[in-house]
């Protein structure tokens, strides 16, 4: 099955500062890498996905980058602020199946 | 629009018993999941069901666990006996079909196993 590694797992960064993620999965064959935030106690929700026919996704702070070759993707939050501390998954799904990650712990000092 | 409801949020049993867990899709989600997050780690796929047929159970226990989605609809998940090892918070996502979509999750159940 899919394997999907992700880091930093625990991320301090200074408000107005950004943040990058990093995973990497093992399956050529994966198609589609969503972004999921999850806030404590809170479910997880979709910030923004890319599929494998693209390499590049942006809206407003957040970005994507997705390169097939190297099989990584990143997560890219510019101008971070207080409301973006929060657990971060990234995911790979192939066969419509999603593997996630582990996860990486935000913090944002103000 | 309503999101994926579930229920109970919380549920604390001993080991060796029994627990059941339902879960009631977004309307017209025709794919619906069972995940299983333990503490520190993203979700764990468990089933996936196709309306009321299943597409992937390849990650679930089978000798202790089990789920079913009768009508294309709801969907409940049991554990029969728990261990120790199987208290997590179990998710429960769907999606309007089984293609590239975005998968809607509900608040978890959240298991302890004394």
């Known amino acids: 099955g899919e394997n999907v590694e992700q880091h930093p797992s625990t991320l301090s960064v200074q408000e107005g500062d950004s943040a990058v993620i990093k995973c990497t999965y093992s399956d050529s064959a994966s198609n589609y890498f969503p972004w999921y935030k999850q806030e404590l106690g809170k479910r997880p929700q979709l910030i923004i996905d890319i599929r494998s026919n693209v390499g590049e996704k942006k809206d407003q702070r957040i970005a994507v980058t997705l390169n097939k070759t190297a099989k990584h993707f990143s997560l890219h939050i510019t101008e971070t602020q207080p409301e973006d501390s929060a657990v971060y998954f990234c995911?790979?799904?192939?066969?419509?199946?999603?593997?996630f990650g582990a996860g990486t712990t935000v913090t944002v000092r103000a | 629009e309503a999101g994926v409801a579930q229920s109970p949020r919380y549920k604390i049993i001993e080991k060796r018993q029994s627990v059941a867990f339902w879960c009631n899709p977004i309307?017209?989600?025709?794919?619906l999941y069972w995940y299983q997050q333990i503490l520190g780690q993203g979700p764990k796929l468990l089933i996936q069901f196709q309306n009321n047929g299943v597409v992937d159970d390849s990650q679930l226990p089978k000798d202790r666990f089990s789920a079913e989605r009768l009508k294309g609809v709801d969907s409940t998940l049991k554990i029969q006996p728990a261990k120790l090892e199987d208290s997590a918070v179990y998710l429960c996502?769907?999606?309007?079909?089984?293609?590239?979509?975005?998968?809607?999750f509900g608040p978890g159940t959240r298991l302890t196993v004394l």
């Open positions: 309307s017209g989600h025709a794919t």
């Open positions: 996502a769907s999606s309007l079909g089984r293609t590239l979509n975005e998968q809607f």
């Open positions: 995911a790979a799904s192939i066969d419509y199946k999603l593997s």
